[in-house]
């Protein structure tokens, strides 16, 4: 299967500061990666789809400014999480597919775990 | 809304057993659907992926899928204590977002 590592695994942050998590995929270039949130003993919630060289699409209710999206290569995409507050402590994952596959499997990141103080 | 439901759990099935887990969605146009296993604290990890209608077997597990009834289903021969997780049904349409279930928390005792 496909390779994706996410960094780092585990966060702790001060209220009002800002996280940057990084999503790699090692070993095939990824034209479309996507971001997942996870609360604990609940199912992944995709906040939003990240593409190569443009914007990333947000699902709805998901706040665009507050959690920032950038896909500047094919292997690399970053969300940073602005001005956090405890609330946003969660299990965020990412994942991704090769790009010449047309089937709908996603290889997931090992998640990071941010905690908001 | 594309929906995917299962069944929260949780499953307790005995050492050795067959466990079965269930799942259905609502959008008849969907066209892959995967198992995920998911242990506590870490990521999903794929374990089965079916396209088609009819069993799908890999080792232990069996994907079943029929697209009239709109019903995926996981069976878990053997079960063993490292069995025990969470389970997420997911399903997309081409090559587009996964959609998942809540997971079933499934439970092997020794």
């Given at each position: 299967?496909a390779v994706?590592?996410?960094?780092?695994s585990?966060?702790?942050?001060?209220?009002?500061?800002s996280?940057?998590?990084?999503?790699?995929?090692l070993?095939?270039?990824?034209?479309?990666?996507?971001?997942y949130?996870?609360f604990p003993k609940?199912?992944?919630?995709?906040?939003?789809t990240?593409n190569?060289g443009s914007?990333a699409?947000?699902?709805?209710?998901?706040?665009?400014?507050?959690?920032?999206?950038?896909?500047?290569?094919?292997?690399?995409?970053?969300?940073?999480?602005?001005s956090?507050?405890p609330?946003d402590s969660?299990?965020?994952i990412?994942s991704?597919?090769?790009?010449s596959?047309?089937?709908?499997?996603?290889?997931?990141?090992?998640?990071?775990?941010?905690?908001v103080? | 809304q594309?929906?995917?439901?299962?069944?929260?759990?949780p499953?307790s099935?005995p050492?050795?057993?067959?466990a079965?887990?269930?799942c259905?969605?609502s959008?008849?146009?969907?066209?892959?659907f995967?198992w995920?296993?998911?242990?506590?604290?870490?990521?999903?990890?794929?374990?089965?992926?079916?396209y088609s209608?009819?069993?799908?077997?890999?080792?232990?597990?069996?994907?079943?899928?029929?697209?009239?009834?709109?019903?995926?289903?996981?069976l878990?021969?053997?079960?063993?204590p490292?069995d025990?997780?969470?389970?997420?049904c997911?399903?997309?349409?081409g090559a587009?977002?996964l959609?998942?279930?809540q997971g079933?928390?499934?439970?092997?005792?020794?």
């Open positions: 299967g994706v590592s996410q960094h780092p585990r966060v702790i942050c001060k209220s009002g500061t996280v940057k998590i990084e999503c790699r995929s070993d095939f270039q990824a034209t479309t990666m996507f971001w949130r996870q609940k199912s992944l919630m995709l906040m939003a990240s190569e914007k699409t947000y699902e709805q209710g998901v706040e665009k400014d507050k959690f920032l999206i950038n896909h500047a290569s094919l292997t690399l995409s970053t969300l940073t999480v602005t956090a507050h609330e969660s299990f965020y990412c991704a597919r090769p790009a596959w047309n089937t709908g499997e996603l290889f997931f990141g090992e998640g990071s775990r941010l905690t103080l | 594309k929906e995917v439901e299962q069944n929260s759990g499953l099935v050492e050795g057993a067959i079965s887990l269930n259905t969605y959008d008849r146009g969907s066209q892959s995967f995920y296993r998911q242990y506590s604290g870490k990521s999903p990890e794929l374990i089965m992926s079916i209608n009819g069993d799908k077997e890999d080792g232990r597990f069996t994907a079943q899928l029929n697209k009239a009834s709109q019903y995926v289903s996981l878990i021969r053997d079960s063993q490292s025990s997780a969470t389970y997420l997911a399903v997309s349409w587009q977002k959609v998942f279930g079933t928390r499934l439970t092997i005792n020794p």
